[in-house]
């Protein structure tokens, strides 16, 4: 089956651009998403990408895809603390989401 | 915009017990999903639904665990004779099934066994 995987934490100062990684093994999905997920909430989604686009970008959003290594990124322009939270990539073709990374932003 | 709303917020229950939950989606996605997420794991799909019709079960939904949607608006998921293992957030979510189709999701129902 799918493997999608993320890493656990990131820090970065307020300020700072944040890259959020995701790598996964099937690659038959048409769209990727990027949700966002505050404690005690449940997940909102963020942005998404078509399959056939190498990158997207949206306000201080850009995905970038990368179908050769299998690797999708969310980098976040000018992070600030309100974007402190769990972030997932999801493939919901195959209704998987990653395991998920967890942004703190320090001022 | 009603969003998806899920109830109750949280449910403590005693192992042995029955627990149902209970899901509103948005009301023109045809589309509804459960997914269970336990601390520091991503959501992991329980069951779908496109209207009344149940399309797809994981194998995670062992035969304690039925999910239904009589009139294809409203879904409804019973755990019976709780475990301690299945303490965990219980998260919904709804599509349209056109286009795009992001899930939208609800705030979901925590779930205690003690």
């Known amino acids: 089956g799918e493997d999608v995987e993320q890493s656990l934490f990131l820090s970065v100062r307020e300020g700072d651009s944040s890259v959020i990684n995701c790598t996964y093994t099937d690659s038959s999905s048409t769209y990727l998403y990027w949700y966002k997920q505050e404690p005690g909430a449940g997940l909102q989604l963020l942005t998404y990408i078509f399959s056939n686009m190498d990158m997207k970008q949206d306000q201080r959003l850009t995905v970038l895809l990368n179908k050769k290594d299998k690797h999708l990124s969310l980098r976040i322009a000018d992070t600030q603390t309100g974007d402190s939270a769990i972030y997932f990539c999801?493939?919901?073709?195959?209704?998987?989401f990653g395991t998920g990374t967890r942004l703190q932003v320090f001022p | 915009d009603t969003g998806v709303s899920q109830d109750p917020r949280h449910k403590i229950t005693k192992r042995g017990q029955n627990v149902t939950f209970r899901c509103d989606p948005i009301s023109e996605h045809n589309r509804l999903y459960w997914y269970r997420q336990t601390l520091g794991q991503g959501p992991e799909f329980l069951t779908y639904?496109?209207?009344?019709?149940?399309?797809?079960k994981s194998r995670l939904l062992s035969d304690r665990f039925s999910a239904e949607r009589p009139k294809g608006s409203f879904s409804t998921l019973e755990i019976q004779r709780t475990e301690q293992g299945d303490s965990a957030m219980y998260l919904c979510?709804?599509?349209?099934?056109?286009?795009?189709?992001?899930?939208?999701f609800g705030n979901g129902t925590r779930l205690t066994v003690t």
């Open positions: 979510a709804s599509s349209p099934n056109t286009g795009v189709s992001p899930l939208h």
């Open positions: 999801a493939f919901t073709d195959k209704l998987i």
């Open positions: 639904f496109q209207n009344e019709a149940q399309l797809e």
